[in-house]
């Protein structure tokens, strides 16, 4: 199995930015896709951004350029970075990992908030 803690979360001004981190550890050889999602109050949880094990990426029109998914396969950390934030994008963020078996990981969660 595969475990993921997140870090990174904060308070930023509109136009600013902020970077999620997902440490996974685990059975990381197996991972065949990692993603961040998000959650608003009230709202469903939404896809943000994916990221393959062979590197392709895959992002929500929303974000409009603005948010790039990454990895580090040195450190096994995977990151999200976001650029040109609105009040819009404040969510709770999650990062989730997929193996190879279909078994889901996901984190606890990072509060981002962008005040107008």
């Known amino acids: 199995q595969v475990q993921v803690v997140e870090s990174g979360g904060g308070l930023v001004q509109s136009g600013g930015s902020l970077r999620l981190s997902c440490a996974i550890s685990?059975?990381?050889?197996?991972?065949?896709?990692m993603a961040w999602y998000r959650q608003a109050p009230g709202e469903q949880r939404e896809l943000v951004a994916v990221l393959t094990s062979g590197d392709r990426t895959n992002y929500a029109d929303f974000v409009e350029g603005r948010f790039t998914i990454s990895r580090d396969k040195d450190k096994n950390v995977m990151y999200l970075q976001m650029n040109s934030l609105k009040p819009e994008d404040t969510a709770v963020y999650l990062c989730n990992v997929v193996d190879i078996g279909g078994y889901e990981s996901w984190g606890q969660g990072s509060q981002v908030t962008v005040s107008s």
């Open positions: 685990g059975s990381i050889f197996n991972i065949v896709r």
